[in-house]
């Protein structure tokens, strides 16, 4: 059973960078069958997607967010990270990490499972 | 603005079916498949159907999926209690080199 878990500081001043760590437990990043993704939820309001990342490196982003955006990997720590930069309080929100799964071209890719999320606050 | 369209709210008494729309384009729904996320209070979102219409194993057969065109719709039949949350919709858009939206969510509230 795959599990998730994210850390990192809850609390981040206005024009830094905020920084994140998802750990992967009981199954392994560098699986040829799965991305390795990062969602956010304002509070009280939707998700966004933030992009995602394959084993060997290659990620995808948000359009909306892709020139502050970095997603790494770390295979021997079984680990991939997040790093938003020059936040403001619009960045406010709880971070998820999640395996995107890839269905192929007929069934899509879907989200399973997420981790339990993180607050992040932006705040001086 | 989400991408994909949700009522904000939806409701229905114990027993009841209750349906979900999600609403999207051609480069979307309209070209991929739907996915949806069911989010209890206070917690993470869990995949509830995937593919427009498959269950993963645990998802009562009381949650179905389905997907026409460029929109797609989740029904609850025998509506009960624990039913009561965030339901989201979420898709591949092929525009832009691909990303993934979602919708905005509807709050089920079971009466």
């Known amino acids: 059973q795959v599990q998730l878990q994210e850390s990192g500081p809850g609390l981040v001043k206005p024009s830094e960078t905020l920084s994140l760590t998802c750990t992967v437990s009981g199954g392994s990043v560098s699986s040829g069958s799965y991305y390795w993704s990062w969602i956010r939820q304002p509070p009280g309001k939707g998700l966004e997607w933030i992009g995602y990342?394959?084993?060997?490196?290659?990620?995808n982003y948000n359009p909306s967010l892709k020139s502050r955006v970095t997603i790494s990997v770390d295979t021997s720590k079984n680990q991939f990270s997040l790093k938003l930069s020059s936040v403001t309080a619009a960045d406010t929100a709880v971070y998820y990490c999640?395996?995107?799964?890839?269905?192929?071209?007929?069934?899509?890719?879907?989200?399973?499972?997420w981790g339990q999320g993180t607050l992040v606050t932006v705040s001086s | 603005q989400s991408v994909l369209t949700q009522p904000p709210s939806a409701s229905g008494t114990p027993g009841q079916r209750v349906t979900i729309s999600c609403s999207g384009s051609s480069s979307n729904i309209g070209s991929n498949t739907v996915n949806w996320y069911q989010q209890l209070p206070g917690t993470a979102p869990k995949l509830l159907i995937y593919?427009?219409?498959q269950r993963p194993s645990g998802v009562p057969d009381r949650f179905s999926g389905s997907k026409s065109g460029t929109s797609a719709s989740l029904a609850i039949s025998g509506l009960q209690s624990e039913d009561e949350a965030d339901y989201y919709c979420?898709?591949?858009?092929?525009?832009?080199?691909?990303?993934?939206?979602f919708g905005g969510g509807t709050k089920l509230t079971v009466l």
């Open positions: 593919s427009n219409n």
């Open positions: 999640a395996r995107l799964i890839l269905g192929g071209s007929y069934l899509g890719n879907w989200f399973d499972p």
């Open positions: 979420a898709a591949w858009d092929d525009s832009l080199n691909g990303h993934v939206v």
């Open positions: 990342i394959y084993y060997s490196g290659s990620t």
